[in-house]
């Protein structure tokens, strides 16, 4: 693996924590459904796209519907989601984020999002996080979902950086596997176990530093 020029983060997991508000909004669909959903149902949504999502959703509650009433149901759910991420602050950031950044920008590295998330540019407004990217790829870019490579694959073009001069941030193992479909160095964040794919695994950015990723 070549010296690491950029990196492309993962939103959700990785950045800020708004699986608990992905959490609530499906929640209160699955409810008003007749049906419950578990917080170990929500881990199987991880990295996953809305309309995948809800396809699980429904799966869970053993409920077929017409393709027409699935983008309702995701419609509704994403404007509960919206109300929710409404009310982020930068104190919703995760720990060490904004360190590991500044001292990326001090190394020169170049940042961008890789996020399946449409409602990305809204919630890195919301905690103040857009100044630090030079590119932002998100769910309203890709045609196609992780594990496919696109949208990784997006941010380095944008960036200008070659694939094997990227180091991808991911939180879900489908993620991880975009990263290394793309041919980028892949750190995972959160449990070793789930991620073991990944290059290495830290369990948040409070624990990455430059010496780190030039290993
Ligand atoms: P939206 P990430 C993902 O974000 C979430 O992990 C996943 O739970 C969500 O369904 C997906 O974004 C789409 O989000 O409904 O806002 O378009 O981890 O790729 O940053
Ligand atoms: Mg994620």
């Given at each position: 693996m070549g010296t690491i020029r950029a990196c492309i983060f993962d939103l959700d997991g990785v950045v800020v924590d708004t699986a608990k508000y992905h959490y609530l909004a499906w929640k209160r669909l699955a409810q008003e459904m007749g049906f419950d959903f578990t917080p170990e149902d929500n881990e199987k949504l991880k990295g996953v796209s809305r309309m995948d999502s809800l396809s699980i959703l429904l799966n869970i509650g053993g409920i077929k519907i017409s393709e027409e009433e699935k983008h309702q149901l995701a419609e509704k759910k994403n404007n509960w989601y919206k109300e929710y991420i409404d009310?982020?602050?930068?104190?919703?950031?995760?720990?060490?984020v904004v360190n590991f950044f500044e001292e990326l920008k001090l190394n020169h590295i170049k940042m961008a999002l890789g996020s399946a998330s449409k409602n990305a540019q809204s919630i890195l407004e919301k905690t103040n996080l857009?100044?630090?990217?030079d590119a932002i790829i998100d769910g309203t870019k890709t045609q196609e979902a992780k594990p496919n490579p696109e949208v990784f694959l997006l941010g380095a073009r944008e960036l200008g950086i070659e694939p094997k001069h990227c180091a991808v941030f991911e939180d879900a193992e489908a993620g991880i596997q975009a990263a290394l479909n793309a041919n980028m160095y892949c750190i995972g964040v959160g449990s070793p176990q789930v991620?073991?794919?990944?290059h290495q695994v830290i369990p948040?950015?409070?624990?990455?530093n430059m010496a780190k990723l030039n290993v």
């Open positions: 009310t982020m602050t930068p104190e919703e950031v995760l720990p060490g857009s100044h630090w990217f991620l073991s794919k990944a948040g950015l409070f624990d990455m």
